[in-house]
């Protein structure tokens, strides 16, 4: 079964500290993979995904995530963070091929201190 | 609908009492999911629906909690004696279908309906 595990479970930043978010998956196949978003108070929402072609990716607010399949690892990174990237992200993958539920990671929590 | 409906929103309850949760995915998604968010324990896989069937309830985690879907749309989550434990921020998600992979996999989350077992 396919399993993801995100390393860190709370991360505290001040602003314009540059983060990275660790997300490694296990699963031998071909996969595609997700980062979502919570931020307080609303849905969760899709930050960026990969399906396949060029191993970075770029998302919304200025994020960006590398896919080393070498590493089973699809870590978030960000230059420089604001205070309102404060949310719970969470990692997810599932394989391409016929149905497969989507599993996720348990969420790191982001806070910026301004 | 333009987004996915969950009702209600928040839900409090006696311990023992039965809950039914409601989910109104987007419409023509096909693929139906439910989670479980509770503090600490990260997002809870509880079960997935394609169409009316729920091929996966793998993660429904006692006989107490059940869920349908009807003209492969709404879907109800039911929790039979609620307890304690059952507190929790109870999601749903809905994608274009669970097959074949790709962007059709987005998942597209409602608000949630947060459940409180006094």
């Known amino acids: 079964a396919q399993s993801v595990s995100q390393h860190n479970h709370h991360v505290i930043l001040s602003e314009a500290a540059s983060l990275e978010l660790g997300c490694n998956y296990s699963?031998?196949?071909?996969?595609?993979l997700f980062w979502y978003v919570q931020y307080p108070g609303q849905h969760l929402q899709l930050l960026l995904k990969?399906?396949?072609?060029?191993?970075l990716v770029k998302g919304i607010k200025g994020f960006e995530a590398e896919f080393i399949k070498s590493k089973f690892s699809f870590n978030l990174r960000k230059p420089s963070v604001q205070w309102s990237d404060t949310a719970e992200y969470f990692c997810?993958?599932?394989?391409?091929?016929?149905?497969?539920?989507?599993?996720f990671g348990t969420g790191t929590k982001l806070q910026v201190i301004p | 609908g333009a987004g996915v409906s969950q009702s209600p929103s928040n839900k409090v309850t006696e311990k023992g009492k039965d809950v039914e949760l409601r989910c109104d995915p987007i419409?023509?998604?096909?693929?139906l999911y439910w989670y479980r968010q509770s503090l600490g324990q990260g997002l809870e896989f509880l079960i997935y629906f394609q169409g009316n069937s729920a091929p996966d309830k793998s993660g429904l985690p006692s006989d107490r909690f059940s869920a349908e879907r009807t003209g492969g749309s709404v879907s109800t989550l039911t929790i039979q004696r609620t307890q304690q434990e059952d507190s929790a921020v109870y999601l749903c998600a809905s994608s274009l279908t669970g097959l074949a992979g790709g962007a059709k996999n987005i998942q597209y989350f409602g608000a949630g309906t947060r459940l409180s077992v006094l």
């Open positions: 699963y031998g196949g071909t996969v595609n």
């Open positions: 419409s023509g998604h096909t693929a």
């Open positions: 997810a993958v599932v394989n391409s091929g016929g149905y497969q539920k989507v599993t």
């Open positions: 990969y399906f396949s072609g060029d191993p």
